[in-house]
């Protein structure tokens, strides 16, 4: 129980971290999304290094594997661009909740790639949270009117992605900390030549927000690593959506944001999709033992 109980501490700790970066980069100012983006990753890159180095710097076996780091760099690295971009434009719990779309994506990528069973409760979730995504997306047949939340939605499915890649690369044994290293490494060097063509100057505090983004992601990657080290996922991923509970506060106090009734209802649609796959996984993992 003292497990169950630290990995659901840790993983609301990596919630509010992954909170505090969305704010930071909106209080970053009027910067190009790719920009903001290098600076997070770069942050990043230098805790995950120092964190290798620290562990010894373990040898990694990756035959077999490369295509899936590409992968999960690639994949990764869109859906921080899309995020980040849904975050400049929308109100901050709608962006947070559209990414938060990923562990359905990740169950979907999962059963296409890895072939992993897709039981109807499942797949009825994902349909239903897909649904719910929609009420604050709010889709017209003009798809230019709501770029941004298209743009959040689609971080969303790339996080889905980038996630199903770290579950096929945690079973072939590569470090999670060589696998952050691998991402931000892979995402400072994409998105670096943008920055030398166009860089925006900034301000001292809009580089500070830009480093405390960095440091919250970097807290929120290795909180919710360290999480699901003391507890299975099906006992405590439910938490991580304590996220939307933190952006909507964090909106409210620092940019007066108030999201309209048909958000809330999606909201609750998600909500109530990530409960019901919590206690089903828990049911079935409770009938397999």
């Known amino acids: 129980?003292?497990?169950?109980?630290?990995?659901?501490?840790?993983?609301?700790?990596?919630?509010?971290?992954f909170a505090c970066m969305n704010a930071f980069v909106r209080l970053s100012g009027d910067l190009p999304s790719v920009q903001k983006s290098f600076f997070r990753n770069f942050v990043a890159l230098l805790i995950a290094a120092v964190l290798f180095v620290k562990d010894g710097a373990p040898k990694q076996h990756l035959k077999g594997a490369w295509h899936y780091l590409l992968l999960r760099a690639a994949c990764g690295t869109a859906g921080v661009l899309c995020n980040f971009y849904a975050i400049d434009h929308l109100v901050l719990s709608d962006a947070s909740m559209l990414n938060k779309m990923s562990p359905f994506f990740t169950i979907l990528?999962?059963?296409?790639?890895?072939?992993?069973?897709?039981?109807?409760?499942?797949?009825?979730?994902?349909?239903?949270?897909?649904?719910?995504?929609?009420?604050?997306?709010?889709?017209?047949?003009?798809?230019?009117?709501?770029?941004?939340?298209?743009?959040?939605?689609?971080?969303?499915?790339?996080?889905g992605a980038a996630y199903a890649m770290v579950r096929i690369l945690g079973q072939k044994g590569v470090d999670k900390?060589?696998?952050?290293?691998?991402?931000?490494?892979?995402?400072?060097?994409?998105?670096?030549?943008?920055?030398?063509?166009?860089?925006?100057?900034?301000?001292?505090?809009?580089?500070?927000?830009?480093?405390?983004?960095?440091?919250?992601?970097?807290?929120?990657?290795?909180s919710i690593t360290a999480a699901y080290c003391y507890a299975p996922a099906r006992e405590i991923s439910v938490?991580?959506?304590?996220?939307?509970?933190?952006?909507?506060?964090?909106?409210?106090?620092?940019?007066?944001?108030?999201?309209?009734?048909?958000?809330?209802?999606?909201y609750a649609i998600i909500l109530a999709a990530a409960i019901a796959v919590y206690f089903y996984n828990k049911r079935s993992a409770a009938a397999s033992a």
């Not at 892979?186 to 960095?214: E, Y």
Request: charged letters at 10%; hydrophobic letters at 55%.
């Open 109 to 159: 990528f999962s059963w296409l790639l890895l072939k992993e069973k897709l039981r109807p409760a499942q797949a009825a979730a994902v349909v239903t949270a897909f649904l719910g995504s929609m009420l604050i997306v709010k889709p017209s047949f003009a798809l230019s009117d709501h770029p941004a939340s298209f743009a959040g939605l689609c971080g969303g499915i790339a996080a």
């Open 1 to 17: 129980m003292r497990s169950r109980n630290k990995g659901i501490l840790l993983i609301i700790c990596s919630a509010f971290c």
């Open 239 to 266: 938490y991580d959506y304590s996220q939307i509970i933190f952006a909507a506060g964090l909106g409210l106090l620092l940019f007066r944001e108030i999201p309209d009734k048909w958000s809330f209802l999606g």
């Open 177 to 222: 900390t060589f696998i952050v290293l691998f991402f931000s490494g892979f995402s400072c060097a994409v998105t670096l030549p943008f920055l030398l063509f166009d860089l925006h100057p900034m301000t001292g505090m809009q580089l500070l927000m830009l480093f405390g983004a960095g440091i919250a992601a970097a807290g929120g990657q290795f």
